[in-house]
Every structure is written in C-alpha cells, then in structure tokens.
T-cell receptor
Framework: SQQGEEDPQALSIQEGENATMNCSYK?????LQWYRQNSGRGLVHLIL?????REKHSGRLRVTLDTSKKSSSLLITASRAADTASYFC????????????FGTGTRLTIIP | GAVVSQHPSRVICKSGTSVKIECRSL??????MFWYRQFPKQSLMLMAT?????????EQGVEKDKFLINHASLTLSTLTVTSAHPEDSSFYIC????????????FGPGTRLTVT
C-alpha cells in the first residue's frame, strides 16, 4: 500500500527546541502534504510540497522532500506548547487525482 | 475561506439504528468530497470518494450498503451509517476540494460516533 510510515511515532521535547518528524512512502507521487491534528479535532493543512521541489518553508515550518529516497521531513523550529498535536504526512499520487493516503502520524508533545 | 463543517460533532446511538452525518463546504463549491474514518491514536483511512451528482467510489473493504454516501449538491455530502454496531464507533472526518490548483483538501472538524 501507499501508506506512509512516520517516525518517530511519538516525540516529546522541551519548549524552544526544534522538532523533526520523518515520513516515508512507497510509490511515485505528485505531491506530499503535511497536516496537523489536535486531539479529537479535524485536520489543518500545513504545507504542500510538489515532487519537483526539494524544500519549502512556511513560518517556523521547513519541509524537505527526497524523491529518490521516497521520504520527507517536517521541521518545526523554536517549538511552542501550542504545537502539541499529531502530525500526518499525506501523499497524492497523480496530478488531478485528489485522493490522499495518510501516514501513520507522529504525536508531538511540547513540554513547557 | 475554505471552511468545511460537519454535523453533528458527536452522536450516540443504539445498536441497529442508522445515523446520518452531514459535511458542508461553507464558502466554496466542492467538486469532490472524501470520507475518512479514524480509530483512536491511529491514522485516517479513506472510506470513499464522492463527486457531486454521481455514485461514490468506495475503497476496498468498505461496505457501500453499510456506509451510504450521498453528494446531492456542490456544498453537501452525507454519510449514513446503517444498522450501526459498536464496532462502527469511530471518528468520521470529511474533506472537500475545489478541483483546482493543488487540490488541497479542506477538512471538517470530525464527528465522534459512539454506538451502544
């Protein structure tokens, strides 16, 4: 299946530190997206990176994509307690095919 | 912009009854809506893809007669869990796309279904 594997499954860090989460997938993709989910809530879109892009930034977020290794990473710099949430990567296979396949997720806890 | 709502946010029903969950795009027209299911501390699993005016496409292993999906307009899709059983208890999330650009999906806040 295309479902991505994320690691670590859980991550606890001190406020102010950087958090890095990784995602691996199995087949060629059109784009990869990162989402955030607070406990018991819906998903919030964070960032989308296309298959021809290698790195993208949005505020304190930095996403990299290595299509040769079929992997992506999400870096959150200068973490805050409010960043505590689950983070999921999701892959879209083809342009025009809107279906997303989600990874297993990383539960991030920021310790104040 | 790009807000998706779901109703109800929580529902408790008795085993054997049916439950309808609504998903609405509030400020845009959604050519496609998706329904996901999420078990506690697990990822989202796509159940079906719904296009306005046509039959939904179900993922492998999802019973179409049990999870009825109707996408009657460009702003509304409904998921009906028929003859619900305790194992159907889950968090159901919908998303919608505009069909343009990068096909970003906008997610609803989810519906917590508990079947007793």
């Amino acid at each position: 299946s295309q479902q991505g594997e994320e690691d670590p499954q859980a991550l606890s860090i001190q406020e102010g530190e950087n958090a890095t989460m990784n995602c691996s997938y199995k087949t060629s993709i059109n784009n990869l997206q990162w989402y955030r989910q607070n406990s018991g809530r819906g998903l919030v879109h964070l960032i989308l990176i296309r298959s021809n892009e290698r790195e993208k930034h949005s505020g304190r977020l930095r996403v990299t994509l290595d299509t040769s290794k079929k992997s992506s990473s999400l870096l959150i710099t200068a973490s805050r307690a409010a960043d505590t949430a689950s983070y999921f990567c999701a892959t879209a296979l083809n342009f025009g095919n809107e279906k997303l396949t989600f990874g297993t997720g990383t539960r991030l806890t920021i310790i104040p | 912009g790009a807000v998706v709502s779901q109703h109800p946010s929580r529902v408790i029903c008795k085993s054997g009854t049916s439950v309808k969950i609504e998903c609405r795009s509030l400020d845009f027209q959604a050519t496609t809506m998706f329904w996901y299911r999420q078990f506690p501390k697990q990822s989202l699993m796509l159940m079906a893809t719904s296009n306005e005016g046509s039959k939904a496409t179900y993922e492998q292993g999802v019973e179409k007669d049990k999870f009825l999906i109707n996408h009657a307009s460009l702003t509304l899709s409904t998921l009906t869990v028929t003859s619900a059983h305790p194992e159907d208890s889950s968090f159901y999330i919908c998303s919608a796309t505009t069909g343009v650009g990068d096909y970003e999906q906008y997610f609803g806040p989810g519906t917590r279904l508990t079947v007793t």
